[in-house]
């Protein structure tokens, strides 16, 4: 299975989200925009990469680079999808999952943003719909939405099935 495969069976749109593809190397960057336009950042993911290894850009699975104190998010470009509300994620294939349902979700790529991503939050003008993983980190995150929805079981969006994401959606959107 070649990359853009990987990518699309983890339900993130290509065409949409335009990650930077390195075939040869086995990677994809996701860039991290602010509100402004400015690229403050990125993440790679390799899907052959070692995922206990910690942010490591030639052996992780994830390194993630972001230009401190700058706020940024991925999935700004989805947006425009639903106006009156956006998900927050923490991780990019979570985010992905609800933009495939066409609604507007972006990954902070942390349980804990901080004060920054908060305000920046609420910038946006809409409900903000925080979706955790059902564990302590997950229970960080939930403090920055209008609402919030932990799953249980330690369970994040990847594991969810197609039935219990259209019922989530449908509930906001």
Do not use: I
């Amino acid at each position: 299975m070649n990359l853009v495969e990987h990518l699309k069976s983890r339900h993130l749109d290509v065409d949409l989200h335009r990650p930077m593809l390195d075939e040869t190397e086995g990677v994809a960057t996701f860039f991290m925009w602010n509100l402004s336009g400015q690229m403050v950042g990125y993440q790679q993911y390799r899907p052959s990469g070692d995922k206990k290894v910690n942010n490591s850009p030639r052996e992780g699975k994830y390194f993630t680079f972001r230009k401190l104190p700058t706020v940024g998010v991925w999935g700004v470009e989805s947006l425009h999808l639903t106006p009156h509300v956006v998900f927050v994620c923490e991780g990019l294939f979570d985010a992905a999952r609800l933009t495939s349902r066409g609604v507007s979700a972006v990954a902070v790529f942390t349980c804990n943003p901080g004060k920054d991503v908060q305000n920046w939050l609420t910038l946006l003008n809409r409900k903000v719909v925080c979706v955790c993983d059902g564990d302590k980190a997950g229970a960080m995150l939930a403090k920055y939405g209008d609402v919030s929805l932990c799953l249980l079981g330690g369970k994040d969006l990847g594991e969810c099935s197609d039935e219990c994401l259209d019922m989530l959606v449908k509930e906001f959107v």
